[in-house]
C-alpha cells in the first residue's frame, strides 16, 4: 500500500495538532502538579483559619482534607501524562517520519497511536465498572433505607 500526497499531508497536519496539544497537554500536568503541591496545603490553611475565624478550633481533619486534594491532584497528573506522551511520540514521529520518508518512524508513530487508544479504551472501561459500582451501592443503599421508613 502506498500513500498519496492528500493522505500524507492529512497525517501531517494531524501530527502538527496532535504535537500542539501534547505540549498544552504537558503544560496542563505542570499546573496539576503546581495545583496539587501549593493546593493542598493552602485548602488545609484556609479550612483552619475558617474554623477560627467562626470561633471554632482548629479542625484536625484540615491537614486530612489538604493531603487528599494534594494526592487526587497529583494522581490526575500521573494518569493525564500517559496520553499526553503517546500523543507527543505519535506527532514528533510523524511528522519526522513523512519529512524523512521513513517507513518506520510512520509505523512507530502508529504504534504510539494503538497505544494512546488502547490506554483510553482500558480507562474508561474502569471509569463506566465505576460508575455502575456507584449506581448498584446507590440503589442499594437507597433500597435498606426504604425498609426503615
Known amino acids: 500500500m502506498t500513500l498519496s500526497p492528500q493522505v500524507m499531508n492529512f ?3 494531524t501530527a502538527k495538532w496532535g504535537k500542539f496539544l501534547a505540549i498544552v497537554g504537558f503544560v496542563m500536568i505542570g499546573f496539576l502538579i503546581l495545583l496539587g503541591i501549593f493546593g493542598g496545603s493552602f485548602m488545609g490553611a484556609v ?3 475558617s474554623m477560627e475565624a467562626n470561633g471554632g478550633a482548629a479542625n484536625p481533619l484540615a491537614g486530612a482534607m489538604g493531603a ?3 494526592v487526587f491532584y497529583l494522581l490526575f497528573a500521573v494518569l493525564y ?4 506522551l503517546y ?3 505519535f506527532s514528533t514521529r510523524m511528522q519526522t517520519g513523512l519529512r524523512a520518508k521513513d517507513e518506520g518512524l510512520v509505523e512507530s508513530s502508529f504504534e504510539n497511536l494503538k497505544s494512546l487508544f488502547k490506554f483510553m479504551g482500558v480507562l474508561t472501561a474502569v471509569i463506566l465498572g465505576f460508575y455502575g459500582l456507584i449506581i448498584v451501592f446507590g440503589l442499594g443503599v437507597a433500597g435498606v433505607a426504604t425498609m426503615f421508613n
Open 87 to 89: 500523543l507527543y511520540k
Open 81 to 84: 501524562f500517559f496520553p499526553v
Open 11 to 13: 497525517l501531517y497536519a
Open 68 to 70: 487528599f486534594f494534594a
Open 47 to 49: 479550612m483552619n483559619s
